[in-house]
């Protein structure tokens, strides 16, 4: 089991090979979060890769109403229910309170995230601009 993912149902109810593919969903998940919590302390490639993968997850959000596809797969494979409210889905919430203990509204979650991939890009554009000019 991934750390951070809910034990709500077992293995034997969702299969091993639905276990195992959310589990790569979590970890593509999280590996985009990283880039984007990080990938502005990189070379000029990365902020490239930077700016264009979080212009897509911006115009995702848009067309999903700010529900990310990849919790929504994840919890698919693992026949867990989609919650009533944005705040409750919060991939971030879950990566804080279930690593690092950090417990807090979970409603911030979304604006969390987003402020900060904003200010992720927004530091990607200026590092490229500064580069470049």
């Not at 804080?96 to 200010?119: C, D, S």
């Amino acid at each position: 089991m991934v750390i951070g993912v809910s034990a709500e149902n077992s293995i034997e109810e969702t299969g091993f090979l639905r276990n195992r593919i959310a589990d790569l969903v979590y970890l593509i998940h999280l590996l985009i979060v990283l880039w984007i919590a990080f990938g502005w302390l990189g070379p000029v490639w990365a902020l490239w890769v930077m700016v264009a993968l979080y212009l897509g997850i911006e115009i995702h959000w848009k067309i999903q109403d700010s529900w990310c596809i990849l919790r929504d797969l994840e919890r698919y494979l693992r026949k867990h229910p989609r919650p009533e409210m944005l705040g409750q889905q919060s991939f971030i919430t879950r990566i804080l309170v279930g690593w690092f203990g950090i417990n807090f509204n979970p409603a911030w979650g979304p604006g969390i995230t987003k402020g900060w991939g904003r200010l992720a890009f927004i530091i990607s554009v200026v590092r490229l601009y500064m580069h470049y000019f």
